[in-house]
């Protein structure tokens, strides 16, 4: 893999207008696997393959859980009723063929909050429901993580993590030719695609700053979407790729998500 730097994925932020969003998401993480990209196989469209890395000299594919709360979740434009709701969104680094861009194939999320009937009905996202909750204590000089666990009731996509962040060794990105280019492609991609409920191809757009996260220690995690569908079983489950944490930041949504 060649390597990546923030300086060349770095843009400034598009304008927003019409119905796009703003939100600032508490509690930020992302644990991230890497497995056998055959799993994948007729999974998504031609266009897209999986953005493989080489780990212990075999090609892998990487996905990433990311848990959240969305905090201050409101219009971008003009003065609206603001939410606040658990969150987790499920995703596979990919590459888009017709673009080369680097991109996401974008699961889909579990939502703690009615507000999910808008996309999920009107756009045909895969938005689903559940109970979320957090129990997060971290140090007050230092930011860092003393107790990280989040617990996700639902039918389509059950979850449990607990990390930390005492003790927690350096940063290690297996796969990567360094830090940087790691950070880049776990932290930067702007753009996903999905299938929609329908069966239609759909895209979305986002747009954050260079998000300043750091790395926790995995204590125990049970995701079971991963385990359903035979990507990563519950024991791999105990051995990430890597996990990254940061307890806030500001992403803007670009809506509606549009049909390729």
């Known amino acids: 893999m060649r390597t990546l730097r923030f300086r060349d994925h770095l843009i400034p932020r598009p304008q927003p207008h019409g119905i796009d969003v703003v939100c600032k998401l508490q509690h930020f993480a992302i644990v991230t696997y890497a497995f056998d ?42 003065p609206f009723p603001r939410f606040t709701m658990g969150q987790t969104n499920y995703r596979i680094y990919i590459l888009d ?6 991109a996401v194939w974008f699961l889909g999320t579990t939502l703690d909050s009615w507000t999910r009937v808008v996309p999920h009905t009107l756009w045909n996202l895969p938005w689903y429901g559940g109970r979320v909750e957090f129990d ?30 005492g003790g927690t060794p350096p940063l290690s990105l297996p796969g990567f030719p360094d ?25 979305y757009r986002v747009w954050h700053d260079r998000l300043e996260m750091a790395p926790a220690t995995l204590l125990n995690a049970d995701f079971g979407l991963l385990s359903r569908q035979g990507w990563v079983d519950r024991e791999a489950q ?23």
């Open 37 to 78: 990209p055959s799993k994948l196989d007729g999974s998504m469209p031609p266009r897209f393959e999986p953005d493989l890395v080489e780990i212990d000299g075999r090609p892998q594919a990487l996905l990433s859980v990311v848990p959240f709360i969305d905090v201050d979740f409101t219009s971008a434009c003009r």
């Open 97 to 102: 063929r017709d673009t080369g861009e680097r």
């Open 136 to 165: 997060c204590d971290a140090d007050a000089s230092t930011g860092a993580y003393r107790r990280y666990f989040m617990r996700t009731r639902a039918r389509w996509a059950p979850a449990q993590v607990e990390l930390t962040q």
């Open 179 to 203: 830090e940087e280019t790691g950070l880049v492609y776990l932290t930067h991609p702007l753009a996903g695609f999905y299938h929609r409920r329908d069966g239609q191809l759909g895209t």
């Open 238 to 260: 105990q051995k990430p790729h890597s996990v990254l944490v940061q307890p806030i930041n500001e992403f803007t949504i670009y809506l509606p998500p549009k049909i390729l």
